[in-house]
T-cell receptor, first 109, second 113 residues
Framework: SQQGEEDPQALSIQEGENATMNCSYK?????LQWYRQNSGRGLVHLIL?????REKHSGRLRVTLDTSKKSSSLLITASRAADTASYFC?????????FGQGTRLTINP | DAGITQSPRHKVTETGTPVTLRCHQT?????MYWYRQDPGHGLRLIHY???????DKGEVSDGYSVSRSKTEDFLLTLESATSSQTSVYFC????????????FGPGTRLTVT
């Protein structure tokens, strides 16, 4: 069973624009993580936000967490061609991470 | 990149044959994981290990077994490969379990014909 569901499944924007991806989940969590996957590569950890945090920043990334709505969002500001990738949210439960199916982000030059 | 390697990187095998995939880490992390990634299903946990000789099942463990005799190596075995096990397999490591970030290997593409 998959806990996190990303929305949209695919997103295409122009370089320089901001990209927002959302993740919804069903049960209570201790933390939520976001990962990036470039085509043909393994996942790369981007950011972890704990259940008692509401917002976290890392460079051009901004993650929010709303535990009352069981949702999180990942904002990438000033997008670049190199941001083209799939982005996954992952929620922790019973010593395991459960990944969503991802958002495929394409940055057009 | 974290020191994680997977071997082989690509493999084609026939239905019914045994297959072993290897994950090797140089980070001395306690936790190791095997996932499979398929279109439409995202990433799903097969098995994980929380120490030498300590393993547990994940979401899709049927048809797979694992072993961890050393901290640095985590083996995934398909006892009798089936076409439904055609997938990309990723190994991941974590210093302290699922409350912390995981580092992923480059993946193994397995095709069962």
């Amino acid at each position: 069973s998959q806990q996190g569901e990303e929305d949209p499944q695919a997103l295409s924007i122009q370089e320089g624009e901001n990209a927002t991806m959302n993740c919804s989940y069903k049960t209570s969590i201790n933390n939520l993580q976001w990962y990036r996957q470039n085509s043909g590569r393994g996942l790369v950890h981007l950011i972890l936000i704990r259940s008692n945090e509401r917002e976290k920043h890392s460079g051009r990334l901004r993650v929010t967490l709303d535990t009352s709505k069981k949702s999180s969002s990942l904002l990438i500001t000033a997008s670049r061609a190199a941001d083209t990738a799939s982005y996954f949210c992952a929620t922790e439960g019973a010593q395991k991470l459960v990944f969503g199916q991802g958002t495929r982000l394409t940055i057009n030059p | 990149d974290a020191g994680i390697t997977q071997s082989p990187r690509h493999k084609v095998t026939e239905t019914g044959t045994p297959v072993t995939l290897r994950c090797h880490q140089t980070e001395n992390h306690r936790y190791m994981y095997w996932y499979r990634q398929d279109p439409g299903h995202g990433l799903r946990l097969i098995h994980y290990s929380y120490g030498v000789k300590d393993t547990d099942k994940g979401e899709v463990s049927d048809g797979y077994s694992v072993s961890r005799s050393k901290t640095e190596d985590f083996l995934l075995t398909l006892e009798s490969a089936t076409s439904s096990q055609t997938s990309v397999y990723f190994c991941a490591i974590s210093a302290a379990g699922s409350s912390y970030e995981q580092y992923f290997g480059p993946g193994t593409r397995l095709t069962v014909t």
